[in-house]
């Protein structure tokens, strides 16, 4: 059983559906990330939390530390926000902070 | 400037060259990383360097060679590679406090590497 587990593995959706992936983990964390990759590699960082709630435009990060749960809301789901997220456990070193990504969610939105 | 640089873009390598990848960032983060991503997967961590340190290396083979000269440079040196090892080099950055719950990590574009 992967540490980081994301669900669905693929996801398609119409323009303006509300959009959810979700993220269980089983590792003590530190931080839980959402990150976004497009075609052609370059990953973004879209949110870190540890807690609580988080919104940046149309996308809502939530985390339920209790049952180790994270989920990736998109409202109003555009053509544009087609790409892979993937959500990814940290654990706070004194080197840093090593990441434990799930498989990613590829999601593609059709207009 | 909150950027990762990663040069080249593109590397196709046959198995007994030489070459190098560089990774640059200036936002004073003291935590440097290399990743190794196949498609559809995602990215593998490589290596880990603090301080100018090296303090992971997940038993990556030794044709994989980091360096970190000052503390905005990554290099990756590379030397008789495989076919298998053609994938995505990522680098990231981050900051290392311990007073923080986690670090977020800046990408670069990564550099598509093929090994012929």
């Known amino acids: 059983k992967n540490e980081v587990e994301q669900s669905p593995q693929n996801l398609t959706a119409q323009e303006g559906e509300f959009i959810t992936i979700n993220c269980s983990y089983s590792?003590?964390?530190?931080?839980l990330h959402w990150l976004q990759q497009h075609p052609g590699g370059g990953i973004v960082s879209l949110f870190m939390l540890s807690s609580g709630k988080k919104k940046h435009g149309r996308l809502i990060a939530t985390i339920n530390i209790q049952e180790k749960h994270s989920s990736l809301h998109i409202t109003a789901s555009h053509p544009r926000d087609s790409a892979v997220y993937i959500c990814?456990?940290?654990?706070?070193?004194?080197?840093?902070?090593?990441?434990?990504f799930g498989e990613g969610t590829q999601l593609t939105v059709n207009p | 400037d909150t950027e990762v640089t990663q040069t080249p873009k593109h590397l196709v390598m046959g198995m007994t060259n030489k070459k190098s990848l560089k990774c640059e960032q200036h936002m004073g983060h003291r935590a440097m990383y290399w990743y190794k991503q196949k498609a559809k997967k995602p990215p593998e961590l490589m290596f880990v360097y603090s301080y100018e340190k090296l303090s992971i290396n997940e038993s990556v083979p030794s044709r994989f060679s980091p360096e970190c000269p000052n503390s905005s440079l990554l290099n990756l040196h590379l030397h008789a590679l495989q076919p298998e090892d053609s994938a995505l080099y990522l680098c990231?950055?981050?900051?290392?406090?311990?007073?923080?719950?986690?670090?977020?990590?800046?990408f670069g574009p990564g550099t598509r590497l093929t090994v012929t």
């Open positions: 990231a950055s981050s900051r290392v406090d311990m007073g923080l719950a986690g670090y977020e990590q800046y």
């Open positions: 590792v003590g964390i530190s931080a």
């Open positions: 990814a456990a940290s654990r706070r070193e004194t080197s840093g902070s090593r990441l434990t």
